[in-house]
């Protein structure tokens, strides 16, 4: 028994060396998009707001300083201008709130090195990571 599990796992670390960058790097990018999602529901608690406590239709809208990003920001950083909206009739209104919102906060606070983006609908995560920035990871 012990020998088969031995076998099978060589077997998996042989399959996973096959795989073609661009699906590690997809599944890199998901994974930094997901972080980037810990990151605004951080920011919101920052700010005193549960979004995942809040109705649908929702949407999260976050000015993000891609050039800032890595693991250490993933880990702990709060974006600087959030934008959302809940307990709206339809997803583009919902989404369209959110990023007035974020665009609102961005001029307040004279942000210059990020840029409002869709990063939560309802609960599920939409922000698109550049490749740039996958690359680092």
Known sequence: MARSFAGL????????????????????????????????LRSMKHWRFDY??????????????WEKVDAAFLDEAIFEALGF?????????????AMQGCKDMKAH???TDCACEVVLIDDVVDVVVPDNVV???
């Open 9 to 40: 796992v060589a077997l998996a670390g042989v399959a996973l060396m096959a795989l073609p960058d661009s699906v590690t790097r997809a599944e890199d990018g998901a994974t930094v998009a997901a972080r980037t999602g810990e990151v605004f």
């Open 52 to 65: 995942r406590e809040m109705q649908t239709t929702k949407a999260g809208v976050a000015c993000i300083p």
């Open 85 to 97: 909206s809940y307990s709206v009739a339809k997803e583009e209104a919902a989404i369209r709130i």
């Open 109 to 111: 606070y004279k942000l």
């Open 135 to 137: 690359s680092q990871f």
